[in-house]
């Protein structure tokens, strides 16, 4: 079975940093994609940046200039440094992954979230 783990999440003063990670375990063929998604309160889940294997890179237009997402293709993670946070990031951040097993082909996994609190 596939299981992803995240790490990371907290609790931060506006203007301040965190960096979460991911890291993708199992019968893993091939790791197409992987990223981050958060869904706050009351709110729908929304994408926050996605990188492929390659190195292509995707992100919310609300946190571009402020996030980065890499990647370590050995390992099968993910991370996410997190910069400038405001009070509106507050969220449970969701890792993805679109994977190919040796039963599946493209299979979007997911991780069970970490919350980010972002208040003074």
């Known amino acids: 079975q596939v299981r992803l783990v995240e790490s990371g999440g907290g609790l931060v003063q506006p203007g301040g940093s965190l960096r979460l990670s991911c890291a993708a375990s199992?019968?893993?063929?091939?790791?197409?994609?992987m990223g981050w998604y958060r869904q706050a309160p009351g709110k729908e889940r929304e994408l926050v940046a996605t990188?492929?294997?390659?190195?292509?890179?995707n992100y919310a237009e609300s946190v571009k200039g402020r996030f980065t997402i890499s990647r370590d293709n050995a390992k099968n993670t993910v991370a996410l440094q997190m910069n400038s946070l405001k009070p509106e990031d507050t969220a449970v951040y969701y890792c993805?992954?679109?994977?190919?097993?040796?039963?599946?082909?493209?299979?979007?996994?997911w991780g069970k979230g970490t919350l980010v609190t972002v208040s003074s």
């Open positions: 993805n992954a679109n994977l190919d097993t040796r039963v599946y082909y493209a299979w979007n996994y």
């Open positions: 199992g019968s893993i063929v091939r790791v197409n994609s």
């Open positions: 990188i492929t294997s390659g190195g292509s890179t």
